[in-house]
């Protein structure tokens, strides 16, 4: 995978975290129910969650594929 920034190869790897994950579109709590326009996701309260991700060390980006993901949009 290449950067879409900087072009140079990204090296693959996973993002690993715990609870909830949403992209949104302003900072607020993330919540079970995403708002309009807003992706959850991931949804686990008491595991830690798993995506697939490549990174640039280069510009400081990280690229995450969450097409495996049961994700929920508002
Ligand atoms: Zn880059």
Redesign the pocket.
């Known amino acids: 995978m290449r950067?879409p920034?900087?072009g140079?190869e990204m090296e693959q790897g996973f993002m690993q975290g715990n609870q909830r994950v949403a992209w949104v579109k302003s900072k607020h709590k993330v919540s079970i129910l995403p708002r309009k326009g807003e992706v959850l996701l991931e949804n686990k309260a008491f595991n830690s969650f798993l995506f697939a991700a490549w990174i640039?060390k280069?510009?400081q980006?990280i690229l995450v594929d969450y097409s495996d993901k049961n994700y929920q949009e508002g």
Do not use: A, E, H, P
């Open positions: 950067c920034v900087c140079k640039c280069s510009c980006k």
